[in-house]
């Protein structure tokens, strides 16, 4: 990104210098569906960012502009109400958000632009809250912690987006670190960083370029299903109040015989939080080809199982699972199209990119896009 530009720009429309803030996207290694199940999950931040140059206002008035879009949006911050402008409504939830905590702050004008592919289940979304949520608590030192700061981004996708994810987004777009991955907690939201060594080998995105419009209907019905399948258990065991403290036993005894299908969606669940355990030992042994099995039973988990997976995402994890250089690869995100993450050896990687890029083209006469990922820090003012 031109910070030169992003500041020029900014200066062009509105007439005053700006702060520059950014907020990444992010990848996850393993852990999907965990997060609003209080289980782990292991994200990492990327370098692929949203980038936001922002001001203070005298008035009460909230000026938005977006790059991409070449769209203005204004509002006023003493009745924040939902556009019509999808990318508006990130910016709008977390002042709204942030208000909502009792917080007392100016109007502002901001700028907004980035390279997080959109929709590609590295979480523009979160980026772009966090970015907004990072530079209004610098603009008027409003003192917000960081784990607040991710808390206030997720509830501003709850209320202005409509989705009702977990925390795992947020998080990571705040508390990244370059050449780690974070393992988090999300029921004690205690997190460690760990040291993404991965020698020879780095982590390849394929991006199937679809996002069937099922994914957010979709990952509302999990949750709920998720949450069902606790109550049935809860009836047992009254102490228990999510899916990470519940067995593959207690399942089997209390939920299976009520509804096959939840009982298949719950234990996923359960499966998956052991996986990312297993995964945070295996990355400190420097065992990839372990991690790239469980990648893979990860995968086949989320599509037979969870049934959040589409004919694109397991048409690229079955091409790669037999070529040579490829440990693991699993869909990433909440599913029904975005990326593929896979695990390949430095000198494989073009002759895969090539050779992926043309069975896709002739399976779904579609193009298909592979970043190499970089990881990055988190939320952070540019300069
Ligand atoms: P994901 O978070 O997986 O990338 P979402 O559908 O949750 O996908 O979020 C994508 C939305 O976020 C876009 O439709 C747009 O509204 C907003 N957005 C993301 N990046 C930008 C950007 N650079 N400029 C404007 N809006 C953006
Ligand atoms: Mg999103």
Not at 347 to 364: M, N, T
Request: charged residues 25%.
């Amino acid at each position: 990104m031109d910070l030169q530009l992003l500041k020029s720009s900014f200066r062009n429309i509105f007439n005053t210098e700006p702060v520059l803030v950014k907020s990444p996207g992010r990848i996850n290694i393993i852990g999907e569906h965990t997060d609003y199940n209080d289980g782990f999950v292991m994200p990492a931040a990327i370098n692929k960012a949203i980038y936001v140059a922002v001001s203070k206002r005298d008035d009460h008035e909230i000026h938005l502009y977006s790059e991409s879009y070449q769209q203005k949006h204004v509002s006023s911050l003493d009745n924040i109400e939902k556009s019509e402008k999808g990318w508006a409504n990130y910016i709008l939830g977390v002042a709204d958000q942030i208000k909502k905590r009792g917080y007392n702050f100016t109007g502002f004008n901001l700028y907004l632009d980035g390279n997080v592919p959109l929709g590609a289940g590295l979480s523009s979304s979160a980026a772009l809250e966090c970015a907004t949520a990072f530079a209004l608590n610098h603009l008027n030192g409003l003192g917000i912690s960081q784990m607040d700061l991710a808390l206030i981004s997720q509830k501003a996708e709850h209320e202005f987006a409509g989705v009702n994810c977990g925390i795992m987004d947020q998080f990571a777009s705040v508390f990244g670190k370059k050449n780690h991955a974070v393992m988090l907690d999300c029921r004690s939201m205690k997190y460690v960083y760990i040291p993404l060594n991965l020698e020879g080998y780095k982590l390849v995105l394929l991006n199937t370029n679809v996002k069937h419009s099922l994914a957010d209907s979709a990952y509302n019905k999990r949750r709920l299903q998720c949450e069902q399948g606790v109550a049935w258990v809860k009836a047992h065991f009254p102490k228990i109040n999510s899916l990470r403290d519940v067995s593959v036993g207690m399942l089997d005894e209390f939920v299976k015989p009520k509804d096959l299908d939840i009982y298949q969606k719950c234990r996923f669940v359960v499966e998956e939080i052991e996986r990312v355990v297993k995964a945070a030992d295996q990355l400190a042994n420097g065992d990839l080809v372990a991690l790239g099995e469980l990648m893979f039973a990860t995968h086949e988990g989320l599509s037979t199982n969870y049934e959040v997976s589409c004919k694109e995402l397991d048409f690229l994890v079955n091409f790669v699972k037999d070529f040579d250089g490829v440990l693991g690869a699993r869909m990433m995100g909440g599913g029904f199209g975005g990326c593929t993450i896979n695990i390949v050896r430095d000198e494989r990687i073009d002759v895969l990119i090539e050779q992926v890029k043309i069975s896709y083209k002739k399976e779904f006469n579609l193009d298909l896009d592979a970043y190499v990922v970089e990881t990055g820090n988190g939320s952070e003012l540019a300069v």
